[in-house]
């Protein structure tokens, strides 16, 4: 009796597609170093791949324990076109060539609009986002995606917590997806919205984040608490 009362629910089981891990990581933009240096002791940027190689640092990290995980990797490229431009390199090329290494799939965004898009759109069918790592610049609100590139000390191209309800679709994350921001004082304020506009937590420091550790291959470190 108790058999045939299950029958309904294996057969429900073995019949539904079961839901695909993406990972999801992504970089925000540069500042010009020539505008940086005018900004004395509070310069941001002084090495052009911080958030570059924070990333690659996480997905080298995901690939240790998941070899074949499947990574979205989504890249601010205005900033990197004109920071290459500065320093005289093709950052885009040198950007192509670590996500071809770690085979990858790479978003080049040019806006904060296609930005959401990308995130909402990385998992496919049945597939959802079971992580979701941000390095770059941020303040309390907001990862500002470029900041000091356009307009020294300031951004044009932001994701704001007060538009994450209506931009980000909670139904492309897992439920309990892991999400973590490494920009600075997030977890002051955005980390919050985050959860109510969401449903699911956003780990970020209370104070400035240091990246000086991901030249030595280590993760980002913050100055403050982690909260949720």
């Known amino acids: 009796m108790i058999f ?16 695909q891990a993406v990972d999801v990581v992504l970089s925000g933009g540069v500042a010009l170093k020539s505008w940086e240096k005018l900004r004395g002791p509070v310069a941001h940027d002084n090495w052009w791949a911080n958030f570059i190689r924070a990333a690659t640092v996480h997905i080298d990290l995901i690939r240790r324990k998941r070899p074949d995980a499947k990574i979205t990797w989504i890249v601010f490229r205005p900033s990197y076109i004109t920071r290459g431009q500065e320093e005289g390199k093709d950052y885009i090329s040198m950007i192509k060539e670590q996500a071809e290494k770690r085979k990858v799939k790479l978003v080049f965004v040019d806006t904060a609009a296609q930005t959401y898009t990308a995130i909402n759109n990385a998992p496919q069918g049945s597939e959802k986002i079971t992580s979701f790592y941000y390095f770059g610049h941020s303040n309390a609100h907001a990862f500002m995606l470029d900041y000091s590139n356009s307009i020294i000390g300031s951004s044009k191209h932001w994701m704001h917590e007060k538009e994450l309800g209506a931009k980000l679709k909670a139904s492309s994350f897992a439920p309990d997806a892991s999400c973590h921001s490494y920009g600075c004082y997030t977890g002051l304020s955005m980390s919050q919205t985050w959860y109510k506009a969401l449903g699911f937590p956003l780990w970020g420091n ?7 550790p991901v030249g030595d291959g280590c993760m980002p470190m913050g100055n403050g608490r982690w909260v949720k």
């Open 206 to 212: 209370t104070q400035s984040t240091r990246y000086q």
């Open 4 to 19: 045939k009362r299950l029958l309904p629910i294996l057969a429900l089981l073995l019949c539904s597609p079961m839901a």
